[in-house]
Structure formats: structure tokens, C-alpha cells
């Protein structure tokens, strides 16, 4: 019985061995000898090895001076807050002193001016609200109630802005009279432990102002 010729084909396949790859030994020997090498070409090349150590060096100073700076900032800011505080102290206890008097002179208009604000802004709330919970007659005069509601919000939100400026205005006068009364140490047994953070607060900063100036160079 003469065989089919599909089967002869399949046996021959099966009969050739299958090629062998790359011996993993001979793999990892290559790359033994090519770190070998590296590392030779490394010890030999001093400018080499000076510019990686110049790169991390470079890293290291970088990532330093950021962090320096960013404490910096905090400490900056944390004085700038006890300033605030310093003023609003001596705003509340009514500390007068020749220095501060223009400051106190605005400090002043500053808050006649949101007391007004707030007043109308509770007048106008108010009224919202009366209108909000009055039951309307009709459908023209729910529409015409729903637009002067409408009216009534954005006069409420143009207010609280002109609330929200003063109150800029108000913080920046403070720090300013704190700062004032922190440059001048105007003399209040009530101001002593405020002065005293601040003194802390002022010797962090010099120390690292120190440490950023010494890093520059």
C-alpha cells in the first residue's frame, strides 16, 4: 500500500531535531564581560568619573537649595502671619503710638466701611428671604418676583465682594501696623509674647538665608 504523501511529509518534520537557541551561560557570560568592561573604562577615565560625581553632586546641592528656600518661604510667611496678629492686638487693646497713627486712621475707614457693606448685606438677605417664602398670585407675578430675586442676588454678591476687598485692604493694614510695631518694639506687656515668636521666627530665617548664601557660592 503505497503511503500518502501528507503522512511522509509530517514523519520528516518530526524526524528533523529541533535547532537549539543561545545557551543562557553564554548569555550572562557576554554580559559579565561587557559590566567588566564598563567598569574598566570607568576606573581608567578620571574625567569620566569627575562628571558623574560633578552630576550628583549638582543633584544633591539642587534638591538642598529647594528645600532651603521652600523653608524659607514657610518661616516668611509664618512672620508675615504674626505680624497680623501683632496688629490686630494692638488694634483691639486700641494702642496708639505717633508712628501708627495714619495706619490707624485707615484701619478705621476700613471698618466704617464694612460695617455698611455688612448692614446692607443683611437688609438684602432679608429681603430675599421674605420674598423667597411669599406665596405669588399669579404666573406674571412669579415671573416678575423671580427676576427682581434674581436682581436681588447679584446686588448680594456685588456687596460681598466689596466685603471680601476690604477685608484685603484690612489684613494688608494690619501686617503693615504689626510689622510697624515690630521695627519700633512699641513697649505693651501684652505684646511681649508676640515679640518673642517673632524673635524665634526671625532667627530661623537668618540661619537659613545664611546656609542659602553660603550654598550659592
Known amino acids: 500500500m503505497t503511503p500518502v504523501p501528507g503522512a511522509v ?15 543562557y551561560w553564554i548569555f550572562w557570560f557576554l554580559l559579565c564581560i561587557i559590566l567588566l568592561l564598563s567598569a574598566f573604562i570607568f576606573l581608567r577615565d578620571k574625567d569620566l568619573r569627575q562628571r558623574i560625581n560633578f552630576f550628583f553632586i549638582g543633584a544633591k546641592h539642587k534638591s ?32 496708639d503710638f505717633a508712628e501708627g497713627k495714619s495706619i490707624r486712621r485707615v484701619l478705621s475707614h476700613l471698618e466704617n466701611r464694612r460695617h455698611q457693606n455688612q448692614m446692607e448685606w443683611e437688609e438684602v438677605f432679608q429681603e430675599i428671604q421674605k ?20 436682581e436681588l442676588e ?4 456685588r456687596i460681598q465682594g466689596k466685603i471680601k476687598n476690604i477685608e484685603r485692604h484690612r489684613d494688608h493694614r494690619l501686617r503693615s501696623l504689626g510689622k510697624l510695631l515690630d521695627s519700633q518694639r512699641v513697649e505693651a506687656p501684652w ?3 508676640l515679640y518673642s515668636q517673632i524673635n524665634t521666627v526671625n532667627q530661623r530665617i537668618f540661619h537659613l538665608e545664611q546656609r542659602i548664601e553660603n550654598l550659592s557660592f
Open 191 to 193: 505684646l511681649e509674647e
Open 131 to 150: 420674598m423667597s417664602h411669599a406665596p405669588a398670585a399669579g404666573i406674571e407675578e412669579g415671573r416678575a418676583r423671580e427676576r427682581d430675586l434674581q
Open 64 to 95: 538642598i537649595m529647594i528645600r532651603l528656600r521652600m523653608k524659607l518661604k514657610k518661616e516668611k510667611q509664618k512672620r508675615e502671619g504674626l505680624w497680623k496678629a501683632l496688629g490686630e492686638k494692638a488694634w483691639e487693646q486700641d494702642l
Open 154 to 157: 447679584r446686588r448680594r454678591e
Open 9 to 23: 511529509i509530517a514523519f520528516q518534520a518530526e524526524a528533523v531535531p529541533p535547532r537549539e537557541g543561545l545557551p
